[in-house]
């Protein structure tokens, strides 16, 4: 099960109503039918590519006559690993839009609503990779750091509105895509949990242990060197950089 589907199950819990966004109608579909059934709440589906230029305009439009109270903007794409020489310009391309630009777009939108209402809250999702430089997926380490310092930033500027803004920063979480790390059902939960409480939140022991070494104990080359070693070291077809 994809983070937003978990989210959108425990958001309705709380009988809260919901808009939910991806690309698969029928699978919106379904999950709407779920969750109407199982919780008697509202869902409305938008069916979009939120790359598209107009993904604004159509949210906009499927939320006409209610007031979001919490955004998570957790829309995600696979890191597309491999050598930054040998990959095709349009996908990096892509994928910065996709987690700098659209997020900061979604964040803008409706933290203005919000704060006009003096409440609500935004759940950013960005990853334990933006914090340091990882090689092979420089544009999603980089672009995910961007999250990370542009989503805090903001934490700060909308406290006095009321608005609340959280990073949720996971390592590996066990999703569609993805079939080790954590399950994504505690992910979620600390996040909402957090939400109002913390600036950024790493879930999971490990991946917390993790970023204070990287981040207190190592400088930020040996951080690169070490992530960069390991990589090549697992795809030995990929250079093995510098010695
Ligand atoms: N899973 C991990 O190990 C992990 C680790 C660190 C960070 N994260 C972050 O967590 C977030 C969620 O990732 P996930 O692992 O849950 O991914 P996932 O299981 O692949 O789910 C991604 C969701 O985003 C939707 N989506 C993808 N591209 C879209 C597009 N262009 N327009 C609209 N919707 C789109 C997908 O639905 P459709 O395909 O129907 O559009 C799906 O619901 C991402 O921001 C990711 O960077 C994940």
């Known amino acids: 099960m994809a983070t937003g589907e978990i989210v959108a199950y425990q958001v309705a819990t709380l009988g809260v109503n919901l808009v939910i966004v991806a690309r698969r109608q029928e699978k919106l579909a379904k999950l709407a039918r779920d969750l109407q059934h199982q919780y008697a709440i509202e869902v409305r589906t938008v069916s979009i590519d939120i790359n598209q230029q107009n993904f604004m305009e159509l949210i906009e439009q499927a939320c006409q006559g209610i007031n979001i109270d919490l955004l998570v903007s957790n829309a995600g794409q696979p890191s597309h690993m491999g050598l930054f020489i040998e990959r095709p310009f349009e996908e990096v391309e892509t994928m910065l839009r996709f987690i700098t630009f659209v997020q900061v777009k979604l964040a803008h939108n409706y933290s ?3 704060a006009a209402r003096q409440s609500g809250g935004i759940i950013m999702v960005g990853s334990y990779a933006g914090y340091g430089p990882i090689p092979y997926m420089a544009e999603y380490s980089a672009s995910k750091a961007f999250q990370l310092m542009s989503g805090e ?3 700060f ?4 509105s009321g608005v609340d803004l959280l990073v949720l920063s996971p390592g590996a979480t066990k999703t ?4 080790f790390g954590m399950d994504a059902g505690p992910v979620v939960a600390l996040a909402l949990k957090s939400n ?3 600036t950024s939140v790493v879930p999971g022991f490990k991946n917390q242990l993790t970023i204070l070494i990287g981040r207190y104990l190592k400088s930020r080359r040996k951080y690169l060197y070490d992530y960069g070693r390991l990589i090549s ?3 030995p077809g990929w250079s093995q950089g510098p010695k």
């Open 112 to 114: 203005r609503l919000m």
């Open 153 to 155: 930033a903001l934490h």
């Open 157 to 160: 500027e909308l406290e006095s």
């Open 176 to 179: 569609e895509r993805i079939s």
């Open 196 to 198: 109002g409480k913390r």
């Open 233 to 235: 070291r697992m795809m």
